[in-house]
T-cell receptor
Framework: NAGVTQTPKFRILKIGQSMTLQCTQD?????MYWYRQDPGMGLKLIYY???????DKGEVPNGYNVSRSTTEDFPLRLELAAPSQTSVYFC????????????FGAGTRLSVL | DQQVKQNSPSLSVQEGRISILNCDYT??????FLWYKKYPAEGPTFLIS?????DKNEDGRFTVFLNKSAKHLSLHIVPSQPGDSAVYFC?????????????FGKGTKLSVKP
């Protein structure tokens, strides 16, 4: 019953470093999403994917890249980390686009110093 | 420019009493409204939803009311329990070109005191 799994749970990066946030789901969902939540703010959509090989930008895509080579995995890449990317990142999945219920991972807390 | 607004960052309620969490929105094209609940160190989980053509939806202790003319919705929890202590996010689903994308409010932290 794993659902959506995110790794790592915590990470500290220096300015200019790069990293990949991992996300995998075992529910055979076609749709996957990446959100960020800044302190005191709501979740904002970074990128989403409607299936393997297909991704699209959300509200705040700048500074991030994604890929979707399999149904299960949807990694988020930060190429040149900046302090403005300090946030909690959530990955989510749903069976269809427009599903009211999205299943979220536990999040990755990232600090860029 | 927030399309979904939760103006109360926190709410404290006594166990057994009613909790009322409020949410306002600006876009009349939203077709569904949702509430998600989030415990510390966990991801949000879906709680309840309401279609824009309804004015009330009930699920056990949780009831969501929608007032379209006022662009306002509220979540009622009766009776409140200590396990309800969490952050509650109001969200709305866009239709048309952004169908499926959820727009979240900032959240309201509910504390239910025994």
């Amino acid at each position: 019953n794993a659902g959506v799994t995110q790794t790592p749970k915590f990470r500290i990066l220096k300015i200019g470093q790069s990293m990949t946030l991992q996300c995998t789901q075992d529910m055979n969902h076609n749709y996957m999403y990446w959100y960020r939540q800044d302190p005191g703010m709501g979740l904002k959509l970074i990128y989403y994917s409607v299936g393997a090989g297909i991704t699209d930008k959300g509200e705040v895509p700048n500074g991030y890249n994604v890929s979707r080579s399999t149904t299960e995995d949807f990694p988020l890449r930060l190429e040149l980390a900046a302090p403005s990317q300090t946030s909690v990142y959530f990955c989510a999945s749903s069976y269809t686009l427009g599903d009211l219920i999205q299943y979220f991972g536990a999040g990755t807390r990232l600090s860029v110093l | 420019d927030q399309q979904v607004k939760q103006n109360s960052p926190s709410l404290s309620v006594q166990e057994g009493r009613i909790s009322i969490l409020n949410c306002d929105y600006t876009n009349s094209m939203f077709d569904y409204f949702l509430w998600y609940k989030k415990y510390p160190a966990e991801g949000p989980t879906f709680l309840i939803s309401i279609s824009s053509i309804k004015d009330k939806n009930e699920d056990g202790r949780f009831t969501v009311f929608l007032n379209k003319s006022a662009k306002h919705l509220s979540l009622h929890i009766v009776p409140s329990q200590p396990g309800d202590s969490a952050v509650y996010f109001c969200a709305a689903r866009g239709n048309g070109g952004s169908q499926g994308n959820l727009i979240f409010g900032k959240g309201t932290k509910l504390s239910v005191k025994p």
